[in-house]
């Protein structure tokens, strides 16, 4: 049972653009964490926001939590080549014993 | 993530062979996670271990695979009589307690071909 939705599925837009990636889910998350995956390597966190209503910007990017704690957002402000990649969001089970992982946002930054 | 080390990166089997899969947490790290990926796509959950004891399998089919986390040495997913639809990335991840917001470390997986 897949309980995080991610969209867009797949994103190709042009250098200097901005873009948003949204992560749903019907359930509630004691937090929600970001990672990014590269070809061939295991993903890397990006961020974790823990509080409904959370805003976390990590230079370019801006995450945020949904007050529910059921959805998040990750927002790109100016793509750059270097943001290509899988992007991903997980969340954590209030039960605290497993991570589930979105459908993914593959994302492709043209020069 | 270069700490979660996995082995093999590419495991070649035939159907109906076994697959073994390694994997060593970061020093530190008990609490050890497996996923399974296929292209394009999410990370599907499949069990969680600690030293020497499963917490959670719940993702993980019942019959053919088997994991387990010893209290010395990696941890190890194994798949016997594997067949075509086993074919995808195997990640683990470790993290050094439970549900407190911890990231997840993870390695650089195990891409398994049944052939």
Known sequence: TQLLEQSPQFLSIQEGENLTVYCNSSSVFSSLQWYRQEPGEGPVLLVTVVTGGEVKKLK????QFGDARKDSSLHITAA???DTGLYLCAGLTLTGNQFYFGTGTSLTVIP | NAGVMQNPRHLVR??????RLRCSPMKGHSHVY?????PEEGLKFMVYLQKENIIDESGMPKERFSAEFPKEGPSILRIQQVVRGDSAAYFCASSPRQ????PLHFGNGTRLTVT
């Open chain 2, 14 to 19: 035939r159907r109906g062979q076994e697959a």
């Open chain 2, 99 to 102: 549900g407190d917001n911890s």
């Open chain 2, 34 to 38: 497996w996923y399974r990926q296929l």
């Open chain 1, 80 to 82: 750059q080549p270097g």
């Open chain 1, 60 to 63: 370019r990017l801006t995450f």
